[in-house]
């Protein structure tokens, strides 16, 4: 038996799959948490990643192995190859008065145009204008930016700071690989390759980028002879895990939402609302993105005083539409729609209608509502949806998935739960070693066929229109 290892090297934690080349079966897995916060000292990824592969029970045996990693973060090293100062992550918004700069110089709709994406706090382009301004000592010694994933493969190659026990391949910096989907999020990459001249815009002086490797493509070995795939960004990774092809929409409910689709042609939103991203085989992943998802749960089940299954059993016990109670969940602000200062709203509330299963039914409808918003964003650039794949653990709950069915308008499929970027990354690697790329089975644990109820949609746009009117 070949077996392979995928990685997600998320936001949380690192997770380790390793699998059988062949059949894609699991063979073994382990993990180890990542430190909390905005900025994080890479080496703390370093450390995680090597205590996720000794829990998997190591590499020795492994033929290939690819990483996938939270996109966007920056990590800034010198000519030594070291880290500058801590990577700002994704959800660092320090950078947002940056991106509104970015935005104006260059002008969004150019943007767009250029890279297939509008400046926001979350890209990499944003975060070194943010260290030009704001540190420009630091920003002066800025030799090479990577991302994560770049710089945990540079590593797992035997690359690092000069002197660097475990780095006894040395501070090559021209070693330094990414993929394109990982690229894509960066603000200064897209169709035609980096636009150097929006580096340039953002950091104020040219660095070295890593080289965007091809689907599938080996950028190297380990010290112990490890193929080593190009990695991919984290929703590339999803993808790529859930074998999903043009027509597929991704509809995931973790901590934010996100709602991403397998396209054969590239997306340039001016409106910056769908992210023009590429996927990790070639083809393009126009992506939106929800500030608000599980946690509206999270949030209902403890006003409730109840675990998620009773919350989804009271939801159940409700009509559809609860009655006319209408909650719109932007409880941190919204990204889509883009109302960063606006507030969460509860409608609608009768002596009837304020009752436990319709606040339970208004908070499942209004997570799902918000994020059909998104599928109604990503099909607004020309995206056909024929199918929806839902992920995330809330998708495993009955009533997110009945209620699911009603408010989406296309036929859905619910995966069983997985560490589907893990996964996407193990198929990478497998793809690096073999020159095709894997097809292993995806299990299922539900198909729904759409049974709309408009009115639910319609109530939720209702209400979405008084906010945007107060903001």
């Known amino acids: 038996m070949t077996l392979v290892a995928g990685v997600d090297s998320s936001t949380q934690s690192c997770k380790v799959v390793i699998r059988d080349a062949a059949t894609g079966a699991l063979v073994r897995s382990g993990r180890a948490p990542h430190p909390d916060g905005t900025e994080v000292d890479p080496q703390a990824w370093w450390r995680a990643l090597q205590e996720a592969i000794a829990a998997a029970g190591g590499l020795d045996d492994v033929a290939a192995v690819s990483i996938?990693?939270?996109?966007?973060?920056?990590?800034?090293?010198?000519?030594?190859?070291?880290?500058?100062?801590?990577?700002?992550?994704?959800?660092?918004?320090?950078?947002?008065?940056?991106?509104?700069?970015?935005?104006?110089?260059?002008?969004?709709?150019?943007?767009?145009?250029r890279t297939g994406v509008v400046p926001v706090a979350s890209f990499t382009a944003t975060k070194l204008r943010w260290l030009r301004d704001a540190e420009p000592a630091n920003a002066a010694r800025v030799a090479a930016v990577a991302l994560p994933h770049d710089w945990l493969s540079w590593r797992l190659r035997g690359y690092g700071p000069a002197g660097a026990a475990d780095a006894p391949r040395g501070p090559a910096l021209d070693e330094l690989v990414t993929d394109r989907s990982d690229a894509s999020g960066t603000a200064y990459w897209g169709a035609d390759g980096y636009d150097r001249d929006l580096l340039v815009q953002a950091l104020g002086h040219d660095a070295v980028l890593p080289r965007v490797a091809g689907p599938g493509e080996p950028i190297g070995e380990t010290l112990t002879g490890v193929v080593v795939g190009p990695g991919a960004g984290d929703n590339a990774g999803a993808a790529l895990g859930l074998d999903a092809q043009p027509g597929d929409v991704v509809v995931s409910i973790g901590t934010s939402g996100t709602v991403f689709a397998v396209t054969e042609d590239p997306v340039a939103d001016a409106s910056g609302t769908v992210a023009g991203f590429a996927d990790a085989s070639?083809?393009?992943?126009?992506?939106?993105?929800?500030?608000?998802?599980?946690?509206?749960?999270?949030?209902?089940?403890?006003?409730?005083?109840?675990?998620?299954?009773?919350?989804?059993?009271?939801?159940?016990?409700?009509?559809?539409?609860?009655?006319?109670?209408?909650?719109?969940?932007?409880?941190?602000?919204?990204?889509?729609?883009?109302?960063?200062?606006?507030?969460?709203?509860?409608?609608?509330?009768?002596?009837?209608?304020?009752?436990?299963?319709?606040?339970?039914?208004?908070?499942?409808?209004?997570?799902?509502?918000?994020?059909?918003?998104?599928?109604?964003?990503?099909?607004?650039?020309?995206?056909?949806?024929?199918?929806?794949?839902?992920?995330?653990?809330?998708?495993?709950?009955?009533?997110?998935?009945?209620?699911?069915?009603?408010?989406?308008?296309?036929?859905?499929?619910?995966?069983?739960?997985?560490?589907?970027?893990?996964?996407?990354?193990?198929?990478?690697?497998?793809?690096?070693?073999?020159?095709?790329?894997?097809?292993?089975?995806?299990?299922?644990?539900?198909?729904?066929?759409?049974?709309?109820?408009?009115?639910?949609?319609?109530?939720?746009?209702?209400?979405?229109?008084?906010?945007?009117?107060?903001?």
């Open 282 to 471: 070639g083809n393009w992943l126009p992506l939106c993105a929800t500030l608000n998802a599980a946690r509206v749960l999270d949030w209902a089940a403890g006003l409730l005083g109840v675990d998620h299954d009773e919350l989804g059993r009271l939801a159940l016990e409700a009509e559809p539409g609860a009655s006319g109670l209408v909650l719109v969940p932007y409880f941190e602000g919204e990204r889509t729609p883009n109302l960063p200062d606006a507030t969460a709203s509860l409608t609608g509330m009768t002596l009837l209608s304020a009752t436990r299963p319709n606040l339970a039914r208004a908070a499942v409808e209004g997570l799902l509502c918000g994020l059909a918003d998104g599928l109604d964003a990503v099909r607004s650039q020309g995206v056909e949806a024929r199918r929806v794949l839902l992920i995330g653990g809330a998708a495993q709950n009955p009533a997110v998935r009945e209620i699911a069915a009603e408010v989406f308008d296309v036929p859905i499929a619910v995966p069983a739960p997985g560490e589907y970027v893990a996964d996407g990354a193990a198929r990478q690697a497998a793809w690096s070693l073999t020159g095709d790329r894997p097809a292993w089975a995806v299990e299922l644990a539900a198909e729904l066929e759409p049974g709309t109820r408009p009115e639910i949609r319609a109530a939720y746009a209702a209400a979405t229109a008084r906010i945007a009117a107060l903001v």
């Open 68 to 113: 996938a990693g939270q996109q966007h973060g920056m990590v800034a090293l010198d000519s030594d190859g070291r880290v500058i100062r801590p990577a700002l992550l994704w959800n660092d918004t320090r950078s947002a008065r940056a991106a509104r700069d970015l935005a104006e110089e260059v002008g969004a709709s150019a943007y767009a145009a």
